[in-house]
């Protein structure tokens, strides 16, 4: 059976490279997404990523008891004393076939005291559609909502959703994508030191990649950080130059590029 994989990958405004006592553990998980034994929880060996991986996932039109899966994670998150982060950004990926009048949903959210939710982003998919997909939101710093500081032991609870909205007679599914495999949100997450002023400016864009007719096909959320505002726009351009020449290469017939009205300063 093939895993479908749920990535969050840390970007951060300070670097916590180095810091191993960065840990997570106590994973519990439950829903009509993830039966047991289908969700794993890796941390990765630099403390910059964490990835969740699940094997049963999948909404359709099959049945109207599959049309909305969830599934909410609990786990630990272990960091040192005066860091905090926030989640910015979050990516989705998948594949989805959605006939006409057929809508396809990925949704995250936190999940509070007394089963409140506070959502952090959805993307959606309208019919006709029947290929891969990857697109992003982006979290105003507004919305922002620190973890840490004076908590060295930060419970995250986690909602994952994925949906189908269809009138009876029509049919559509989410499931893994045919690239990498997996279905997958990937969530961009702030560190910051609380005992120390912190002069970086952090922007975030999306480059995105269009077929011949400006079709969007893929869409990955970066960011780059710098002294000020100019320089973290010289790195996001140094960064851009970089993923579009590898993408380029593994898709000739695709143009990429930044998407110039999704360009914000989220930091500070």
């Known amino acids: 059976m093939k895993r479908l994989a749920l990535g969050t990958y840390l970007i951060v405004a300070t670097s916590v490279q180095g810091q191993s006592n960065i840990t997570i553990d106590d994973l519990n998980y439950g829903g009509t997404g993830c039966p047991l034994g289908t969700v794993g929880l890796n941390l990765s060996d630099d403390r910059e990523a964490f990835t969740l991986t699940f094997s049963e996932f999948i909404a359709s039109t099959d049945d109207p008891s599959e049309r909305r899966k969830i599934c909410d994670v609990n786990f630990n998150m272990n960091i040192p004393r005066n860091w905090a982060f926030a989640v910015y950004g979050i990516q989705f990926r998948g594949y989805a076939f959605l006939e ?10 936190f999940v509070f005291d007394g089963n409140r939710t506070g959502r952090l982003g ?14 992003s939101v982006q979290i105003p710093l507004t919305n922002f909502k620190w973890f840490g500081c004076k908590q060295r032991k930060v419970k995250l609870r986690m909602r994952a959703g994925i949906q189908i909205n269809a009138n009876e007679d029509a049919e559509g599914f989410m499931t893994i994508d045919s690239i990498d495999g997996d279905t997958a949100q990937t969530y961009g997450l702030l560190w910051k030191r609380c005992d120390e002023t912190d002069n970086k400016t952090v922007v975030s864009c999306k480059i995105a990649l269009r077929d011949s007719e400006g079709k969007l096909v893929r869409e990955k959320l970066l960011q780059a950080q710098g002294a000020n505002l100019q320089a973290a726009r010289r790195r996001m351009l140094a960064k851009e130059s970089k993923l579009c020449q590898k993408a380029n290469s593994k898709y000739p017939k695709l143009s990429c590029g930044v998407e110039r009205p999704s360009c914000k300063k989220i930091y500070p």
Do not use: S
């Open 100 to 109: 006409e009048r057929v809508q396809g949903v990925q949704d995250a959210a």
């Open 122 to 135: 959805a993307m959606r998919l309208d019919g006709l559609y029947e290929e891969n997909y990857e697109r």
